[in-house]
């Protein structure tokens, strides 16, 4: 029974309790508003202010990170530009040194080969003055021993030289 008298004291109206109960609950919201109030809504600005800040910087962070990654992609394009020129030129200067050099090397080439042209030509004609000269001694030899008698300087001068002649026309 003691539960129902209980239950019965809460749902019933007192007038002078629910007096003192809004004269507390308002001395307590003066209080809360003059003691509380402010530094909690100063805590909640505060914070509402730090994270506005701290949203700006990642922005702000964000913008300059894009930006930096823009122009790291912009130096990465450049640089491979520049490295393509440089494998170009390379190409380029390897190639018109190769044919520079095998210029070179046909310009000797040709050199050699005049050289030795001229070389066997004066070798042939100096074995086939040495051929005309055995050929005008073994003439004179065969003709002088065929005529048994000397020559004179005179008639092997003439002789040689009519023996030159004929060998030339041959």
């Known amino acids: 029974m003691m539960w129902i008298v209980l239950e019965a004291s809460l749902v019933s109206v007192n007038p002078g309790l629910m007096v003192w109960?809004?004269?507390?609950?308002?001395?307590l919201l003066f209080a809360l508003y003059k003691l509380a109030w402010k530094p909690i809504l100063?805590?909640?600005?505060n914070?509402?202010?730090?994270?506005?800040e701290s949203l700006e910087k990642a922005e702000e962070a964000q913008r300059k990170a894009e930006e930096s990654l823009q122009a790291y992609q912009k130096m990465l394009e450049d640089a491979k530009k520049e490295t393509q020129e440089i494998i170009n030129r390379g190409r380029k200067t390897a190639e018109s040194l190769r044919e520079e050099i095998l210029a070179?090397?046909?310009?000797?080439a040709s050199r050699m080969l005049e050289k030795a042209k001229r070389e066997i030509n004066l070798e042939r004609e100096k074995a086939l003055e040495e051929i005309r000269n055995l050929a005008v001694e073994l003439s004179l030899t065969a003709a002088s021993k065929l005529v048994e008698h000397e020559l004179t300087k005179e008639e092997h001068k003439k002789l040689i030289e009519q023996y030159l002649k004929e060998i030339r026309v041959s």
Not at 42 to 45: G, I, N, R, T, Y
Not at 47 to 52: F, K, M, S, T
Not at 104 to 108: D, L, V
């Open 21 to 27: 109960t809004a004269v507390t609950f308002v001395l």
């Open 42 to 45: 100063s805590a909640v600005e």
């Open 47 to 52: 914070r509402e202010q730090r994270i506005r």
């Open 104 to 108: 070179k090397a046909n310009e000797e």
